[in-house]
């Protein structure tokens, strides 16, 4: 079945260096992927929607700067911590959204990453 | 705005008894709504859904129904199992395809 892969599944850095989270459709194409990040006992906040090609469409409260989304593919989005700092610390989630075929508008999540930040 | 509230966790359950994970959300019009399941380890996975009022969902013994008038989607299982163990999200769909999710039901099953 349809496979995403999320890379590194965890991360340790230290404060005020950058961070870059890969999400890899496998066996399909995605036209958009999503990115969430998961606080402990939280639920899955989606931070912003990532569309190849264009530019990311940022939700409220995010800051574009820190968070920088590229989609340079239909099977590569890439999230990256700027100047990361301790509460950057979370569990960030990446989806994609099958563009054709039996995937079409169906939804496939990584595994997630865990960024700690000291 | 769209919400999802569930019930809060960790729900620790013997093998073979009953699971009820309460589901409620607020939306406008009539969202799609899912669940998703977390196992440890892994990315999140869909196990069933619902598009409509009265709608069931079932998937590996555990259903849930789209009650359009308590606007609740509660999961159930009859019986579970240790394999079950995991971490359930409620989630909807809203207007412009976001995908809203609850705050997570951690799963604990003892043999």
């Known amino acids: 079945g349809a496979v995403v892969s999320q890379h590194p599944s965890r991360v340790i850095c230290k404060s005020g260096t950058s961070v870059k989270i890969e999400c890899r459709s496998l066996d399909f194409q995605a036209t958009t992927m999503f990115w969430y990040r998961q606080f402990p006992k939280k639920s899955l906040m989606l931070m912003a929607t990532?569309?190849?090609?264009?530019?990311?469409?940022?939700e409220q409260g995010v800051e574009k700067d820190k968070f920088l989304i590229n989609h340079a593919s239909l099977t590569l989005s890439t999230l990256t911590v700027t100047s990361a700092h301790p509460e950057d610390s979370s569990f960030y989630i990446c989806s994609a959204r099958g563009t054709g075929g039996a995937v079409r508008e169906k939804l496939f999540f990584g595994s997630g990453t865990q960024l700690s930040v000291l | 705005g769209n919400s999802v509230t569930q019930m809060e966790g960790p729900v620790t359950l013997s093998e073979e008894a009953f699971l009820t994970i309460n589901c409620t959300y607020t939306?406008?019009?009539?969202?799609?709504l899912f669940w998703y399941v977390q196992y440890p380890g892994e990315g999140l996975q869909l196990l069933l859904k619902a598009t409509k009022a009265d709608d069931k969902g079932s998937n590996k013994g555990f259903e849930a129904t789209y009650r359009k008038e308590t606007t609740s989607f509660h999961l159930e299982k009859g019986s579970v199992q240790v394999s079950d163990s995991a971490v359930y999200f409620c989630a909807l769909i809203g207007r412009g395809g976001k995908l809203i999710f609850g705050q997570g039901t951690e799963l604990s099953v003892k043999p």
């Open positions: 939306a406008t019009g009539y969202p799609s």
């Open positions: 990532s569309n190849e090609g264009s530019k990311a469409t940022y």
